[in-house]
C-alpha cells in the first residue's frame, strides 16, 4: 500500500476511535459511575498482576508485562485532550509512520472498549454480582475478543516499531510538540511502549502468552469457570 494512502487510513481511523472514546468517556466517569469503575479496575489489575506473575518476574519481559498492565489495563485514568491530538494531527503523519499512526489508534480504540465494557460490568459488581457472573451477565462476547485481539495488535505494531529504522529519533523529537499541542499523555505512552518491546527483543512471543491466556479465561468465565479468577 502506498506510504501516503497508508496514513491517511491510519489517521482517519484515529479520528474515528478518538470520537468514539471522548463519548465513552463522558458517560463512564462522572459521579457514582467512574468510583464503580476505578473499584472494578484496581480490583482487574490485581488478577492481572497474578495470572501473569511469571512475566513480570522474567527480567526479558518485565517492562513489556508492566506496559500492558499499567498503561493499558490499569485503573488510572487516561487523560487524552481529542481536540489537542486532532490539532497536532498533521505533525504525526509528517513524523510517525503509519504503523506508529495504528498503533496509537488501536491504543484509543481498546481504551475506548475496555472503558465500555468495564461501565457495562461495574454498576452489576456494585450491586453485588460476582466477578464471573457479571461478566456472563454482560455477554458481548466478541467485544471480548476483539480486546483481546487488539492488544495482540498492538503489541505486534509496537514490535514493528522497534525495528523500523530511526523511530526513536522521531518519537524524540516528537516529545516537545507533543507537551505543546496537549496530547503529550499519549505520546509518553506511545514512547513507554517502544522502550519496553525493544527491551523484550522478539515481543511476539510475549505478546501471544499474554492473549493465549486471556482468551482461554474469558473462555472459561463465559463457561461458567470463575477458578482463574481466584489463581
Known sequence: MDTELAKNLAAQRLETQLARAADIRKRSRTGAAREARLRLRTWQAA???RTHADLLADPKYAAAARFFLVDLYGPQDHVMNEEAILRVLPLMKKGLPASGLDSIADAIELD???ESLDADMALRVEGGAPYGEAYRQTGRRDDRLRQIELMRHLGVKLHTLTKAPLIGLALKALRTPAQVGGFG???DFLERGYSA????GDAR???EIVARREEE???GLFSGDDSPLMA
Do not use: C, K, N, T
Not at 518491546?197 to 523484550?200: E, G, H, L, N, V
Open 185 to 187: 499523555d499519549m505520546h
Open 47 to 49: 488478577r492481572l498482576a
Open 217 to 219: 479465561i474469558s473462555s
Open 205 to 207: 512471543a510475549f505478546v
Open 112 to 114: 475506548a472498549l475496555s
Open 197 to 200: 518491546f525493544r527491551q523484550a
